[in-house]
C-alpha cells in the first residue's frame, strides 16, 4: 500500500494536513523533523513538507527534506508548503541536493491558505521549478539560496 507522509516541526499543522489528508482518503504518516532516513519509510506515495516562520525550524525540517530528495532512487514526489518565496526554495534546495533532477517532482503551495484552497492544492500544487523560472523572469534575476555551510 503505498503512503503519504507528513514533514513538520509543527504537531498542530501536522494534525491538521493529517485531517485534511484523510478527508481526502489518504492514511498519512507524521515523520520526525530529524534522523529520519528513506529506507525507514515504505512505498512513498508523497511527503507533504510543512515549513513554519521560525529560521530555526524552517531550515531544519528543509535540510531533513532535501536529505530525503537525494536519498531517493527516483525524483521523490514531495509538497512543500511554506511562506518562503519559491525562487528561494528552488535555489537553496538546489544547493542541498546532489543533482537538480532530484527536485523534478517538487512542488509548492503557500502555508497560509484557507483550509479549503489547502485541500485542493493537496491535490493540485504547481511544481516549485516552474514558480521559480517564473518568479525569475519576473525579476530579471536568480535569487542565492543558502548552501550546506
Keep these: 500500500m503505498m503512503t503519504d507522509y507528513i514533514l513538520s516541526p509543527c504537531s498542530l499543522a501536522a494534525r491538521g494536513l493529517s485531517q485534511l489528508m484523510v478527508n481526502a482518503a489518504k492514511r498519512p504518516v507524521e515523520l520526525p523533523v530529524e534522523g529520519v532516513s528513506l529506507r525507514e519509510l515504505t512505498a512513498v506515495t508523497r511527503i507533504v513538507v510543512f ?3 521560525d529560521p530555526l525550524w524552517m531550515l531544519t ?6 536529505r530525503l530528495l537525494d536519498q531517493a532512487l527516483q525524483p521523490l514526489p514531495m509538497l512543500i508548503l511554506s511562506r518562503s518565496p519559491a525562487i528561494w526554495l528552488w535555489q537553496t534546495l538546489l544547493y542541498q541536493v546532489s543533482h537538480p533532477d532530484r527536485l523534478r517532482n517538487v512542488h509548492t503551495a503557500p502555508a497560509d491558505l484557507s483550509c479549503t484552497e489547502l485541500a485542493d492544492r493537496l491535490e493540485n ?3 516549485l521549478e516552474r514558480l521559480a523560472s517564473e518568479a525569475a523572469l519576473l525579476n530579471d534575476k536568480r535569487a542565492a539560496g543558502l548552501s550546506h555551510a
Excluded at 61 to 66: G, H
Design 51 to 53: 515549513l513554519p516562520d
Design 61 to 66: 525540517t528543509l535540510r531533513q527534506a532535501a
Design 125 to 127: 500544487a504547481p511544481r
